[in-house]
């Protein structure tokens, strides 16, 4: 079934590193969509990109879509200790593109 | 206080027994989702509804219920729990075109 797969499943690095994670996806979408979960709480929305669009950004956070290799990519700027979460790309489900389907998340760990 | 609230918090019950967790939102948002989130498969999506009396399946409805009757609130119930139960509960809720936004979820033991 329709679901996105984040990449890597964890990554570690320096507080004022970049961190970028991907998420790769099998048929056609019409948006994409990333979270964050930090631990013990409920996920909270970053970036919707589009079909129709090639890079978001948003504060510390650039979002690509490349929809001909079905991937997007999320990369987080001068990164700090309280990034340190999981990250999770959603992507509609077949359908009904209201419904989205979670990949399994990027744990990402930000070192002071 | 605006926003999406889940309630309990936590939760243990017995196996064989109902339990109902909550889900109440002050936006008006069109659609409401759960999903139960476990390690090793992610969140899932349970039942979801995309307006007052219109509720559908998702990927994992067995042995859930859910109503819609006000467009706030959409109970999910767990009609005879059972240990696989045991689980991280979130309600969502969005309009269309527009990213979900999560409760701060129910952590259900079942014993």
């Known amino acids: 079934s329709q679901q996105g797969e984040e990449d890597p499943q964890a990554l570690s690095i320096q507080e004022g590193e970049n961190a970028t994670m991907n998420c790769s996806y099998k048929?056609?979408?019409?948006?994409l969509q990333w979270y964050r979960q930090n631990s013990g709480r409920g996920l909270v929305h970053l970036i919707l990109?589009?079909?129709?669009?090639r890079e978001k950004h948003s504060g510390r956070l650039r979002v690509t879509l490349d929809t001909s290799k079905k991937s997007s990519s999320l990369l987080i700027t001068a990164s700090r200790a309280a990034d340190t979460a999981s990250y999770f790309c959603?992507?509609?489900?077949?359908?009904?593109?209201?419904?989205?389907?979670f990949g399994k998340g990027t744990k990402l760990t930000v070192n002071p | 206080d605006a926003g999406i609230t889940q309630s309990p918090r936590y939760k243990i019950t017995e196996t064989g027994r109902q339990v109902t967790l909550m889900c109440h939102q002050t936006?008006?948002?069109?659609?409401m989702f759960w999903y139960r989130q476990d390690l090793g498969h992610g969140l899932r999506l349970i039942y979801y509804?995309?307006?007052?009396?219109?509720?559908d399946k998702g990927e994992v409805p067995d042995g859930y219920v859910v109503s819609r009757s006000k467009t706030e609130n959409f109970p999910l119930t767990l009609e005879s729990a059972t240990r696989s139960q045991t689980s991280v509960y979130f309600c969502?809720?969005?309009?269309?075109?527009?990213?979900?936004?999560f409760g701060s979820g129910t952590r259900l033991t079942v014993v």
């Open positions: 048929t056609s979408i019409n948006n």
């Open positions: 936006w008006s948002h069109s659609y």
């Open positions: 990109i589009r079909s129709n669009e």
């Open positions: 959603a992507i509609p489900s077949q359908g009904g593109s209201e419904k989205l389907v």
């Open positions: 509804s995309a307006a007052a009396d219109i509720t």
């Open positions: 969502a809720s969005s309009d269309t075109g527009w990213g979900y936004t």
